[in-house]
């Protein structure tokens, strides 16, 4: 490239550097996670039998809850990250984009805390 | 020049690309709609009363496309890695894509069978 990249541009490319890293990354993590959720939810248990009951038992394990919390966690911001992108690429007015970006992040904040309130919470 | 001539229409890639991106947003969309319904966790009532609903057949339907969207999108996410990380990979793109598909659409198959079975003849 001719010109020198501006600290804010080169800053910009350093950060999509790092989300291109991080959706391979979490992908593969979500790709065991995600699938063995579904299995032990849908197949090995059929979905009307996971009740609270059934919750309450498994959440027992301390894994679990830490199984579901990153399930939580990488599912929003892989999500997240990719939906980002996608607004991006296809929202063409400025203002647009800042508002669904806006929405994204508070539903994607709001969604993550409620879900950790309730894996902590749940006796 | 007719006009369907200057449309592009893309190959393999382009429709993996677009899959993956579809599929990607639904199961998003999904999440967020199940951090709710598990936060009704501290209302057994509520909960159970969700889980109920969630085993009648149209719901049981949208849980095999559900299973569907989520096998591709983990499938076709693996091709993506495989490209991105050995050049050779790209050579049999089609290929891989294809492969990825199949078997996303075989995997459906046999856990959407499991899925519906329930409804018709009971639990176990």
């Not at chain 1, 299995?39 to 301390?62: G, L, S, Y």
């Not at chain 1, 950790?116 to 919470?121: M, P, S, Y």
């Not at chain 2, 999440?31 to 057949?57: K, M």
């Not at chain 2, 050995?86 to 856990?111: C, D, H, R, Y």
Request: charged share 15%.
């Amino acid at each position: 490239m001719a010109q020198a990249l501006s600290s804010r541009q080169r800053s910009r490319q350093n950060f999509e550097t790092w989300a291109w890293f991080f959706m391979r990354i979490s992908g593969l993590i979500l790709f065991f996670l995600a699938l063995v959720h579904m299995f032990i939810m849908h197949i090995e248990n059929d979905v009307t039998q996971t009740t609270v009951a059934f919750v309450a038992k498994r959440w027992q394990n301390p894994w679990w809850r830490l199984f579901d919390w990153l399930l939580l966690s990488l599912g929003l911001l892989h999500g997240g990250n990719g939906l980002r992108v996608v607004i991006d690429d296809y929202v063409k007015r400025a203002s647009s984009r800042t508002f669904l970006k806006a929405t994204l992040y508070s539903v994607a904040a709001a969604l993550f805390l409620l879900g950790t309130i309730t894996i902590l919470t749940f006796r | 020049m007719s006009k369907s001539s200057t449309i592009y229409k893309g190959k393999t890639g382009q429709w993996a690309f677009i899959l993956h991106r579809v599929t990607g947003f639904l199961v998003f969309l999904f999440i967020l709609l199940h951090i709710i319904d598990v936060s009704t966790l501290n209302d057994p009532t509520v909960y159970n009363a969700i889980h109920q609903l969630y085993g009648n057949i149209f719901l049981r339907l949208f849980e095999v496309g559900l299973l569907f969207a989520l096998l591709y999108h983990a499938l076709n996410g693996l091709r993506v890695i495989m490209i991105d990380l050995w050049p050779g990979v790209i050579k049999n793109e089609k290929a891989l894509f294809q492969f990825m598909l199949s078997l996303a659409i075989v995997l459906t198959l046999v856990g959407g069978y499991f899925i519906v079975k329930p409804f018709f003849v009971g639990v176990h």
